[in-house]
Structures are given as C-alpha cells and as structure tokens.
C-alpha cells in the first residue's frame, strides 16, 4: 500500500513532521494568526526547495503530508494547494540568501506585535531578552509584503543576525534546525510579553 510518506525522502519526511510539529507548538503557545504566518524549512539538503503552510489552513491543521514545497522563484510543486504570497516573499528572501538557515519562523502575536512599535523595539530589562542584546535585527514597514523588491531589503536588515523584529509588523526567528527558530521565538515572545507587563505597571526600572 502506497502511503504519502513513501512520496518523500526518509530526511524530507522528517523535516516535514518536525515542521508540522513546529506549527502545533506555535498554536499551543498561542503564537499563530488564525490563517495567517509562516514557519517554512529545508524540504531537504539535496534540494533548493522549502515547505510551507497551504494558504486557507489553521496551524492546527497542518500535517506533515499537507506541507507545499514551493521554490526559491515561489512556484508550488506537485501540489494543488495555493501559499500566501506574502509568505514567499518574506520567507523566500532568507531562504535564498542564507544557505545556513534551515528554518524560518514569524508571527504576530499581541506582545511581538507591541513591541514591533516601539521605537527603541525589545529592552535588555530582563533575564530572558539578554541573549537577544546586540543579536536584534530590525526591517522597517513597508506595507503588506507583497512585492518581489522587498526580498533583498528583507535579507539585508536581517544581515547575519537570527532574529528580526519587523516594525509595526511582528516577529521573526531563524535557525540551523527548526528546534532552534522555535526556540528563539519563544523566548523572544516572553520577552516581549514581560516588557510590556514590565512597563505597564508605570513603576521605575
């Protein structure tokens, strides 16, 4: 009997069920957008490919076999599902122009997206932002991320940094292993969660 995993690599397979994984702990620590965001990963070392969320689905409706791997030009592979533009344009950009990134995570959650506007951004004021000091990179607005011309300025706010606030938009992680952009989103969202309840007390820091 011919099953979906036996369509993929024994690597690829992986790489999608870890993925899948990565959108059910996104949802459980409420970091997803109903439909909207991205986590996107290698389909594979062999390939120049990545995977990404069908467009229309809830992140805890993502499996390991409805993963779309799309190229680095955003073309869908054997695949009927249909991706958000805007998530190539902004995932896409880093996946082509970071060969040591394997996984790219960002969402929109209500602490990121506060802090995303503030002007100074993530405060070193607390134990959980200080392995963020000096490793933040940040991307202006420029409207809804549906234009190709973005993915350079996108790559290039990033620069060599694995963590990137978005202003006025939300937040960004990258990682050599899909554990590993988890894991900077997590912590980068609690910091952001105990600065703005940190600074909503109105007392001195």
């Known amino acids: 009997m011919t099953t979906k995993k036996n369509n993929f690599s024994q690597e690829e397979w992986l790489n999608r069920?870890?993925?899948a994984a990565c959108y059910h702990l996104a949802d459980y620590f409420q970091m997803s957008d109903i439909i909207w965001n991205h986590i996107t990963s290698k389909t594979s070392?062999?390939?120049?490919?990545?995977?990404?969320?069908?467009?229309?689905?809830?992140?805890?409706?993502?499996?390991?076999?409805?993963?779309?791997?799309?190229?680095?030009?955003?073309?869908?592979?054997n695949s009927d599902s249909s991706i958000n533009d805007t998530g190539y344009i902004i995932h896409g950009a880093i996946h082509r122009t970071r060969k040591d990134i394997a996984c790219v995570m960002h969402t929109h959650s209500r602490a990121g997206l506060a802090v995303s506007c503030f002007e100074d951004g993530?405060?070193?004021?607390?134990?959980?932002?200080?392995?963020?000091?000096?490793?933040?990179?940040?991307?202006?607005?420029?409207?809804?991320?549906?234009?190709?011309?973005?993915?350079?300025?996108?790559?290039?706010?990033?620069?060599?940094?694995?963590?990137?606030?978005?202003?006025?938009?939300?937040?960004?992680t990258c990682g050599t292993t899909i554990a590993e952009a988890f894991m900077l989103?997590?912590?980068?969202?609690?910091?952001?969660k105990n600065q703005i309840d940190t600074l909503s007390t109105g007392m001195k820091i």
Not at 46 to 59: A, D, M, Q, S, V
Not at 185 to 192: F, G, I, S
């Open 45 to 77: 070392n062999e390939k120049e490919t990545f995977l990404i969320n069908p467009f229309g689905l809830r992140y805890d409706e993502i499996t390991a076999s409805n993963l779309v791997e799309v190229t680095p030009e955003g073309k869908v592979i």
């Open 17 to 19: 069920v870890n993925l």
């Open 122 to 172: 993530l405060q070193p004021i607390i134990q959980d932002a200080a392995i963020f000091y000096n490793r933040v990179s940040y991307h202006d607005w420029e409207g809804m991320s549906t234009e190709s011309e973005e993915c350079e300025r996108l790559s290039k706010s990033l620069g060599k940094n694995n963590v990137m606030i978005l202003r006025n938009h939300g937040l960004l």
């Open 185 to 192: 989103m997590y912590y980068l969202d609690r910091a952001c």
